[in-house]
Structures are given as C-alpha cells and as structure tokens.
C-alpha cells in the first residue's frame, strides 16, 4: 500500500524493492536497491544516501519521505527493558519495548495495532477498545526506533498492543521487508507471532511463513473460563485450536510455545494444571508461565510464589517443557499485558 502524507509525499519505509521501482521507474535497478538497503540501514535522510547523484537525492527528498512517526515518552527500567510511547498518523500512541535477557541479547516487542479488538479481560491493551490497523511503514518505525536507541536488536517478538493475525497483510510485509536479501537479512527464525488464537491466521501463517515462531496466549485450557477471560474464544474453540496447532508444528516443524498468564485463584489450582497438562501433552509444546501483571484498572492479582511454583511443579511432573518468564519492564507498566497508554 502506498502511502502520502500531508504533503503528497510518499513514504518509502514499508515497500519492498519491486515496489520501489514502481515509485522510481527513472531509477535504474541497481539505484533502487540502494535506497532499498539504505532504508534497511534506518538510513532515513536521502541526503546520506552518498551512492546517489545529487539530483536523484534531491528527487528523493522532494517526492518521498521515509518516517513520521514521533517519540513522545521514553523510559528505562532498572533490568534494562525500555519503552517507548510513539505518536503516529492521526494523533494516535502506540508503545514498543526493548527487552534484554542475562546474555545482553536484544528483542524488540512490537505492535501491531491501536488499541486491540479483542478485549480480553486481563490485558490494559484490551482496555482502550480498537482505533485501527498500523501500516506496514508504522510496524517497522518501531523497530528502527527501538534499535537506534538501543542498538543492535536480535530477535523481534510481536507481542506489543493488537493481535498481530488480525493485521496479517501489514505484519508479514514488515517481516518479508526485515528479511529481504537485498536488505537487513533478518532470520525469520529470530521473529515470533504471539497469538490470542486466531486459528485463520494460524492456518496462513503455517502456510505463508512456516519459518516464524509461534507463541499463543492460552492462559487456561478450561473453555468455559477461557470465553469469560478471552471472548475470543467464542469463535476459535480450544478444540479447534489444537488442531491448528498441530498443523502449524507440522508444517513449520517447530516448537510451539503456549503463554500462560496466572492469576490468583483463577488459574493456578490442581484442576487448572490437569487441564492444561491434558491440552499440551500431545502437543509437545513450550509452556511459558507468567505472573500476571498489576494493572491498577482490573481487579485480578497476581499469582502468589506458592501457586507458580505448585503450577510449575505439576507441569515438570507431567513431563512438560516448562518456564517461568522473569519479570521484565514492571517499573514502567511495559510488562506483558501492561501496554496501553492513551496519553503521555
């Protein structure tokens, strides 16, 4: 999709070469991949673009742009995560944090669109209700912008605001863009969807890109608690979404991982943990257990150490691949399922 601002400039950031070409049909081939790899180098002033004449530059500059986007908020915790709040087109706040694991490796935790349509009753994000789809241009911004904060990033996780299947298109053009050859050359393997469910984007993305990590947020395998917690389960059942995931591990022939956020007295009893053992035990899926987040908003609690352990216990004792997620990112509400500022 090709888009303009105000000006009737048209933005670079978020086309891949082909369609490059088709904005710079004056630009001989090998000229066009050189904007495409400058762009990819976040190189996003044309007047740096030194393989370029000084009247192809200046054509750039007066036709295109390639950012818009604008850092209202950055913030920093003590364990290294860092946020950022970014004003988009329309006035609308999006937030993107940088995590850092013991090994210093960075992850860039992206969104995908403002706000989220799918309320679930646990996460701020679902709070604020749904204002629209980013564009492919304003997925990969928050990359760039992370990565010049922080540097080098090496692994890409969308699991920012929105529900990444439901801005399919948008999403796997940013990932098509990070991977290209003629550009960054970001493994696929280094990126991770995370889910609520979404069994069509599931059965897409197992076709379209098999290469790519699969987390899902299950939260409980009980169906009845999942429709109270998670209304998206009304029209993507637990049943069918075992399927799903079979097949994507099929295809892909990769370890799926299974989010589960635990919450006081909701989750974390010995039912609980049965019901979700009998869900991922054929499944040979990752289990990744995470202590719910404050959220001044809601009214759940996080899970108390006696029940994360006794959950984490019972799993190892079924023989299932389980971890605890460190907290990251608390200090500036930029936990999971903490994102979701309206303002700054």
Same mark, same amino acid.
């Given at each position: 999709m090709?888009?303009?601002?105000?000006?009737g400039?048209?933005? !670079?950031?978020?086309?891949?070469?082909?369609?490059?070409?088709?904005? !710079?049909?004056?630009?001989?081939?090998?000229?066009?991949?050189?904007?495409?790899?400058?762009?990819?180098?976040? !190189?996003?002033?044309?007047?740096?673009?030194?393989?370029?004449?000084?009247?192809?530059?200046?054509?750039?500059?007066? =036709?295109?742009?390639?950012?818009?986007?604008?850092?209202?908020?950055? *913030?920093?915790?003590?364990?290294?995560?860092?946020?950022?709040?970014?004003?988009?087109?329309?006035?609308?706040? %999006? +937030?993107?944090?940088?995590?850092?694991?013991?090994?210093?490796?960075?992850?860039?935790?992206?969104?995908?669109?403002?706000?989220?349509? /799918?309320?679930?009753?646990?996460?701020?994000?679902?709070?604020?209700?749904?204002?629209?789809? /980013?564009?492919?241009?304003?997925?990969? +911004? *928050?990359?760039?912008?992370?990565?010049?904060?922080?540097?080098?990033?090496?692994?890409?996780?969308?699991?920012?605001?929105? +529900?990444?299947?439901?801005?399919?298109?948008?999403?796997?053009?940013?990932?098509?863009?990070?991977?290209?050859?003629? @550009?960054?050359?970001?493994?696929?393997?280094?990126?991770?969807?995370?889910?609520?469910?979404?069994?069509?984007? %599931?059965?897409?993305?197992?076709?379209?890109?098999?290469?790519?990590?699969?987390?899902v947020?299950?939260?409980?395998? =009980?169906?009845?608690?999942?429709?109270?917690?998670?209304?998206?389960?009304?029209?993507?059942?637990?049943?069918?979404?075992?399927?799903?995931?079979?097949?994507?591990?099929? *295809?892909?022939?990769?370890?799926i991982?299974?989010?589960?956020? /635990?919450?006081?007295g909701?989750?974390?009893?010995?039912?609980?943990?049965?019901?979700?053992?009998?869900?991922?035990?054929p /499944?040979?899926?990752?289990?990744?257990? %995470?202590?719910?987040?404050?959220?001044?908003?809601?009214?759940?609690?996080?899970?108390?150490?006696?029940?994360?352990?006794?959950?984490?216990?019972e799993?190892?004792?079924?023989?299932?691949?389980?971890? $605890?997620?460190? $907290?990251?990112?608390?200090? %500036?509400?930029?936990?999971?399922?903490?994102? @979701?500022?309206?303002?700054v």
């Open positions: 090709i888009v303009e601002n105000k000006s400039r048209v933005c !670079l950031l978020g086309l891949l070469p082909e369609e490059l070409q088709k904005c !710079l049909p004056d630009f001989k081939s090998f000229k066009v991949r050189e904007v495409f790899k400058n762009i990819s180098r976040s !190189l996003f002033s044309f007047e740096d673009y030194t393989t370029l004449t000084y009247t192809e530059r200046s054509f750039l500059t007066e =036709n295109f742009f390639c950012t818009s986007a604008t850092i209202l908020e950055h *913030q920093k915790d003590a364990d290294g995560t860092q946020k950022i709040s970014i004003q988009i087109d329309g006035g609308h706040i %999006i +937030e993107a944090v940088l995590l850092v694991d013991k090994d210093n490796r960075k992850t860039a935790c992206i969104s995908s669109q403002v706000g989220c349509p /799918l309320a679930c009753q646990f996460c701020k994000t679902g709070l604020l209700g749904f204002a629209r789809n /980013l564009s492919t241009a304003e997925i990969l +911004e *928050q990359f760039f912008l992370l990565e010049r904060i922080a540097g080098t990033i090496d692994n890409i996780v969308f699991m920012g605001m929105g +529900e990444p299947l439901l801005n399919f298109d948008a999403v796997k053009k940013s990932i098509l863009i990070l991977s290209h050859p003629q @550009g960054r050359h970001f493994s696929k393997r280094r990126i991770t969807i995370s889910t609520s469910g979404i069994i069509s984007g %599931i059965v897409r993305l197992g076709t379209e890109l098999p290469e790519i990590r699969l987390a947020s299950l939260t409980t395998a =009980n169906e009845k608690l999942r429709r109270m917690l998670m209304p998206v389960t009304l029209e993507n059942p637990l049943h069918k979404l075992k399927e799903a995931l079979f097949d994507f591990a099929k *295809q892909g022939k990769r370890r991982t299974l989010e589960v956020a /635990l919450m006081h909701i989750n974390t009893d010995k039912q609980a943990c049965a019901e979700l053992i009998e869900f991922v035990q /499944l040979n899926a990752h289990v990744n257990l %995470i202590a719910w987040n404050p959220i001044p908003e809601l009214a759940f609690l996080p899970p108390t150490e006696k029940e994360v352990q006794f959950v984490y216990r799993l190892q004792t079924a023989h299932i691949n389980v971890t $605890k997620r460190k $907290k990251h990112g608390g200090d %500036i509400s930029g936990a999971c399922g903490q994102l @979701g500022k309206v303002h």
